[in-house]
């Protein structure tokens, strides 16, 4: 199955950046979200990260304006009858995601493909939410999207061959390296990624050193591009403290228990770069 055009439900930085290079491989994309202001922020924000693709040579201005032309955006659902994949990147709640994917099953074609961008929620549990089971899939982009490599591509319980070798395709017509792994909460980035995070939080707390040193000895020891700390505010605190939940209970084990400190900042709003205050403080335009 070749996929020439592609939903994305969800605006936001995941979103529009998966929106960004599915219209650079040449897809036609139909980018969906509640309200015109969050789509018309996402129009903005893949502008800008085209304008630095010219920048830097890795696009013409005239394949910039073909990418900008294959993005229709929207905020009626039931445009997505016309998709032959459709990508889920809402906020990461399981409530959510079920609810959502319920209504695209109901409004898809049967031979549509559905794949959620979920960074640890059980993807067997997802498509349950659907009558096709064998057609969804988990695509895990990296952040930010149209720069990272790696896309990890999770089969479900039902997933079928045909449906995987798909999505490979597809990843690989984006640039990316599509990796397969199997269903297990947290899959593996989130499961080797977040008790580091979580850890360099618990340090933090207990006083053992600044932000600035823990950040600078992951940095300068390890060979890490982003220290763990300032990792966190560009994931977003409370995506951090989501998936560290969904793995403590995915696998009854303490050592997934988030930092009491995490879960404070989140309880103040202090969410990381995109509320302008995590670990670090950031300037975040005015709406």
Known sequence: MEVRTVGVVGSGQMGNGIAHVAAAAGCAVLLVDLEER???????????????????????????????????????????????????????????????????????????????????????????????????IGMHFMNPVPVMELVEVIRGIATSDETAAAVEALARRMGKTAILCNDSPGFVSNRVLMPMLNEAIEALREGVATREAIDGIMKLGMNHPMGPLQLADFIGLDTCLAILRVLQQGFGDPRYRPSPLLVKMVDAGWLGKKSGRGFYEYDVPHA
């Open 38 to 136: 969050f789509l018309e922020k996402a129009r903005v924000t893949i502008g800008k990260n085209l304008d630095r693709e010219v920048a830097k040579g890795k696009r013409t201005a005239a394949e910039k304006q073909g990418v900008l032309d294959r993005i229709t955006t929207t905020t009626d659902l039931s445009k997505l009858a016309s998709a032959d994949l459709v990508i889920e990147a809402v906020v990461e709640s399981e409530a959510v995601k079920k609810d959502l994917f319920g209504r695209l099953d109901g409004l898809c074609p049967p031979g549509a493909l559905l794949a959620s961008n979920t960074s640890s929620i059980s993807i067997t549990r997802l498509a349950a939410a659907t009558r096709r089971p064998e057609r969804f």
